[in-house]
């Protein structure tokens, strides 16, 4: 479900400096790290995965074809098959077990850290033993793991910075001033890399926070800003499953603006309109439970639910926000405010049967209410009646009444 105060509202300023700072409002930047989370996982395993083959397959041509010496071959060896590749094995491990993927990144972090510093071994060994080893391994896997691992950016730069500081510091360190011009062409590669995962990731959310607008604007009603009936229907069929799995109770209220075409005949529609989204606005702000909602599902009628809530208690809640709206008329001054009435009809479920399906269990519900809705326009409307078992009760009279 997606809502108004979690996507947030700002100001076109607000939205390009959190962006530009890859950095989204809670919880909407709780919502994108597990989206993004979960995308990368295929990424990062496909990497991890080719880096291995790699380290798997330069043994054959370093001794065969490059006649690497005996010395730098035991070396290089025990750091490819003692080290590297089991380090990628663990956090491969983690990124695609479900119950370890929680630890994916750090993993992956450490892998890639501890690969980069036995690369960086390997070249210096070659050095001392007068073989040639690129010096650009380490800062290619650093690159590799920016881009194509999906590293949030600001957890990875850090990490990045501080790897290359210390990869570069021990090819200095062990072979002197000729490894200064390759350490600055390994910089020139982390830089290229990390510009290139800051892009990445600020495309990323750019496209996951559109998505999520489109989304959001789908499931409202453009005049009052309401949930619209589709947003509804999806919704309260989902509270009804959970309903089921939890064993509680959920209450539906149907409201009606009385007479609303013969105001909107009497006042005109910008009126009419006016009026629509007071009442809209003030259903709204209404609910103050994070499952509770209101809804826009048709002209003027509207639609409450209430999740978890006793059934003495959500009749109340439901009568005091049917009788707000003849108050908040007054005090909005609408035109005609004396005229401004409503209806409703009230059903709930009370700890739903796992033996019937929750679809039927929701069309049974909504039935219900809409038909106590019609109940109470008939029974001279400005009510609530509600519907308890196979009858139909004026909350105002405490009369039964046929449904």
Not at 228 to 252: P, S
Request: proline residues 4%; contains cysteine.
């Amino acid at each position: 479900m997606i809502r108004k105060s979690e996507l947030a509202q700002l100001p076109d300023q607000d939205q390009k400096r959190q962006l530009l700072w890859l950095r989204f409002d809670t919880p909407l930047e709780r919502q994108f790290q597990a989206g993004y989370e979960s995308g990368a996982r295929a990424s990062r395993a496909t990497i991890m995965v080719i880096g291995m083959l790699m380290m798997g397959v330069t043994p054959l041509y370093d001794s065969s074809l490059l006649r690497a010496p005996p010395a730098f071959l035991q070396a290089s060896h025990f750091l490819q098959f003692g080290v590297q590749i089991p380090a990628i094995s663990v956090a491969l491990l983690f990124t695609l077990h479900a119950r370890l993927l929680r630890w994916s990144v750090p993993a992956t972090i450490g892998a890639t850290t501890v690969t980069a510093f036995s690369l960086t071994a390997q070249h210096v060994f070659g050095y001392q033993n007068q073989f040639t080893v690129p010096h650009d391994f380490p800062a290619m896997t650093v690159a590799a793991m920016l881009i194509l691992g999906r590293l949030r950016f600001r957890t990875a730069l850090p990490w990045a910075l501080l790897t290359m500081g210390a990869v570069s510091t021990a090819q200095i360190g062990f072979i002197g001033l000729p490894a200064v011009y390759d350490a600055i062409a390994s910089w020139m590669l982390t830089v290229i890399a990390a510009i290139a995962a800051y892009l990445l990731e600020y495309s990323a959310r750019q496209s996951w926070y559109r998505g999520r607008l489109l989304e959001f604007l789908a499931s409202r009603d453009g005049l009052t800003g309401l949930p619209n009936r589709r947003h509804f229907d999806l919704e309260l069929r989902r509270l009804v499953r959970e309903a089921v799995r939890q064993q509680r109770n959920v209450a539906v209220m149907v409201l009606d603006v009385d007479h609303f075409k013969a105001y909107n005949d009497r006042y005109g529609h910008p009126a009419g309109d006016r009026c629509l989204s007071v009442v809209g606005e003030w259903l709204g702000s209404s609910m103050r439970r994070p499952q509770d909602f209101c809804a826009r599902i048709g002209g003027e009628e509207f639609a409450a639910v209430w999740y978890d809530a006793s059934p003495e208690i959500a009749v109340q809640l439901a009568e005091s926000l049917r009788e707000g709206i003849n108050g908040l008329a007054r005090e909005r001054g609408i035109t005609g405010a004396e005229q401004v009435n409503a209806s409703g009809g009230f059903a709930q479920v009370i700890a739903p049967s796992p033996a019937v399906s929750p679809d039927r269990i929701t069309a049974d519900l909504v039935q219900r209410a809409d038909t106590a809705l019609y109940s109470a326009k008939r029974a001279g409307r400005g009510r609530l009646v509600f519907a308890d078992s196979d009858h139909y009760t004026d909350l105002k009279t405490g009369k039964r009444i046929d449904g």
